[in-house]
């Protein structure tokens, strides 16, 4: 069974960076696409970036040219690379398995294709 482990959050003031990880366990991890999402409170979650395994990617446009999804296939691992932070990326960020239909991500929505979450603060 798929086991997908975040790391990485934290308070950052604005402006600054974080790089979030997800290490993947249980199947090969080059078959998925990946994605990461985020949900603000009392919002839903929202995809904020994929990466297909060919290496494709796609962003949400709140955090084109921001934020940077990367995989390292040898070390079953996807990062978000986030940059020039601001208040309104505040949230909690999960890491998922998927697929791609085209260009669009499509998540496998069985818990066990999710990551636990971990928390993104950006504040002064």
């Known amino acids: 069974q798929v086991q997908l482990v975040e790391s990485g959050g934290g308070l950052v003031q604005p402006g600054g960076s974080l790089r979030l990880s997800c290490v993947v366990s249980?199947?090969?991890?080059?078959?998925?696409?990946m994605g990461w999402y985020r949900q603000a409170p009392g919002k839903q979650r929202d995809l904020v970036a994929a990466i297909s395994s060919g290496g494709s990617t796609n962003y949400a446009d709140s955090v084109k040219g921001r934020f940077t999804i990367s995989r390292d296939n040898a070390k079953n691992t996807v990062y978000l690379q986030m940059n020039s932070l601001k208040p309104e990326d505040t949230a909690v960020y999960y890491c998922?398995?998927?697929?791609?239909?085209?260009?669009?991500?499509?998540?496998?929505?069985?818990?066990?294709?999710w990551g636990q979450g971990t928390q993104v603060a950006v504040s002064s």
């Open positions: 998922n398995a998927g697929r791609m239909w085209g260009t669009d991500y499509l998540p496998y929505t069985e818990s066990n294709y």
């Open positions: 249980g199947r090969p991890f080059s078959i998925y696409a």
